[in-house]
């Protein structure tokens, strides 16, 4: 990531939480100190667990994401991603949605209202 930061580059990276393998740990690392960490990490790179999702996609979860919108927002006006909106389908309508946050904030479900609508 050392090239990225010099040449100002953006990065996003995602991780499906009910992914079995490879280990969120490994994606976290970089975010942990004493693990590569760098402590400005988040102004050019991103890190998003996606709840529910399987490994490049799938799941029980709302796993479709647009994430050329998302880095294209933050490569061409600056915004960097504070937030994902991703959706479920099913036979053409849209069943569940979430929102995420980047890593190390995360979204709970408190219980209250419908759970497929976060």
């Keep these: 990531m050392d090239g990225l ?6 990065a996003i990276i995602w991780h499906g939480g009910a992914d079995p393998s490879p280990s969120r740990a490994r994606n976290n690392s970089y975010y942990r100190p004493g693990t590569g960490h760098d402590p400005q990490a988040s102004e050019y790179c991103r890190l998003f ?3 529910g999702c399987l490994h490049c996609g799938g799941g029980p979860g709302a ?4 994430w050329l919108s998302v880095i294209q927002d933050w490569v061409e006006h600056g915004n960097p991603p504070d937030k994902t909106h ?3 389908h099913e036979q053409g309508k849209v069943v569940m949605t979430a929102s995420g946050l980047p890593y190390p904030q995360y979204a709970i479900y408190k219980g209250s209202g419908d759970p497929g609508k976060r």
């Design 5 to 10: 930061k010099a040449r100002k580059g953006k």
């Design 49 to 51: 667990m996606i709840p």
């Design 63 to 66: 796993t479709e994401v647009d």
């Design 86 to 88: 991703s959706s479920k």
